[in-house]
């Protein structure tokens, strides 16, 4: 099964926009195998995703029931990049969309958090892959810079 998000981290993935409604049913059912609970997250599991609308109600139905809660702004960040950085190691998500989803959070927060350190190293590393003028290194070497960037968590 793939790795899902934790009621936290699902929350400040929400939050910031890195969530799509596609993924709550999944996230319902891991969370089910983890031992949570309710008649709306077993609804939830379920679900086939045809209207978006259903899942919504159902996800904002289970969020009362579990009694998971918003996250600060402050915490959401370290949420986020540990997801990302799990769903990495498990080979779910390739470098660039670790990188893409970085730099969708700080455009989402409108880089209000300048707690994000992470963040913005790889936000630096997406400007160079992104401009238009020559850059000075090679499209491979700021790509071994991410590499070595994301396993320097390891």
Same mark, same amino acid.
């Given at each position: 099964? /793939?790795?899902?998000?934790?009621? =936290?981290? =699902?929350?400040?993935?929400?939050?910031? $926009?890195?969530?799509?409604?596609?993924?709550? *049913?999944? %996230?319902? =059912?891991? &969370?089910?195998?983890? $031992?949570?609970?309710?008649?709306?997250?077993?609804?939830?599991? $379920?679900?086939?995703?045809?209207?978006?609308?259903? %899942?919504?109600?159902?996800?904002?139905?289970?969020? /009362?029931?579990?009694?998971?809660?918003?996250?600060?702004?402050?915490?959401?960040?370290?949420? %986020?990049?540990?997801?990302?950085?799990?769903? &990495? /190691?498990?080979?779910?998500?390739?470098? $660039?969309?670790v990188v893409r989803d970085a730099v969708q959070y700080l455009r989402a927060v409108d880089y209000a958090?300048?707690?994000?350190?992470? =963040?913005?190293?790889?936000?630096?590393? &997406?400007?160079?892959?992104?401009?238009?003028?020559? *850059?000075?290194?090679?499209?491979?070497?700021? &790509?071994?810079?991410?590499?070595?960037?994301?396993?320097?968590?390891?």
């Amino acid at each position: 099964m /793939k790795l899902q998000p934790t009621p =936290a981290q =699902a929350m400040a993935l929400l939050t910031s $926009g890195l969530l799509d409604v596609s993924e709550f *049913p999944d %996230i319902a =059912a891991q &969370w089910l195998a983890d $031992g949570m609970d309710s008649a709306n997250l077993r609804m939830l599991a $379920g679900a086939d995703n045809e209207d978006p609308n259903d %899942i919504r109600d159902l996800w904002t139905a289970t969020l /009362k029931d579990l009694e998971i809660q918003a996250i600060p702004f402050e915490m959401r960040w370290p949420q %986020i990049w540990t997801y990302e950085l799990a769903t &990495w /190691k498990a080979d779910q998500r390739t470098r $660039g969309q670790v990188v893409r989803d970085a730099v969708q959070y700080l455009r989402a927060v409108d880089y209000a958090d300048r707690d994000a350190e992470e =963040a913005y190293a790889l936000w630096q590393l &997406w400007d160079e892959l992104t401009s238009n003028y020559i *850059p000075p290194r090679t499209e491979a070497e700021i &790509w071994a810079d991410v590499d070595r960037y994301l396993h320097s968590f390891d």
